[in-house]
């Protein structure tokens, strides 16, 4: 099994940054796609942004909301992913979720097997 392990929440004024990291161990079998999703109070989980692995430039998708604000990364051991969330809102407040699939990418929750504990992300 796959076990993911996040880092990096916490509690930050309007404006400010954050860096997430989420460290891979336990492969039985490489994940194609590593990614970032959230769920704040009261609403659905939704994808953040992604990586796909396997390429020198790696492809990345984001969500509309963070466009220009998150960057995703991704250490080239393709084990560790990073996400930069710069300017952030109180739109942002969430637990963030590191997720993995051993398919290609989607933004579709049921897709993901592996999945860290989740890390709290709070603006204020």
């Known amino acids: 099994d796959v076990q993911l392990v996040e880092s990096g929440g916490g509690s930050v004024q309007p404006g400010g940054s954050l860096r997430l990291s989420c460290d891979a161990s336990?492969?039985?079998?490489?994940?194609?796609?590593m990614g970032w999703f959230r769920q704040a109070p009261g609403k659905e989980r939704e994808g953040v942004a992604f990586v796909y692995f396997g390429r020198v430039g790696s492809s990345k998708w984001y969500a509309d909301s963070v466009k220009g604000r998150f960057t995703i990364s991704q250490d080239n051991d393709q084990r560790t992913a990073f996400l930069q969330m710069n300017n952030l809102k109180p739109e942002d407040i969430a637990v963030y979720y590191c997720?993995?699939?051993?398919?290609?990418?989607?933004?579709?929750?049921?897709?993901?097997?592996?999945w860290g504990q989740g890390t709290q992300v709070t603006v204020s």
């Open positions: 997720a993995a699939s051993r398919y290609g990418f989607t933004w579709a929750v049921s897709s993901y097997d592996y």
């Open positions: 336990g492969y039985t079998y490489s994940s194609n796609c």
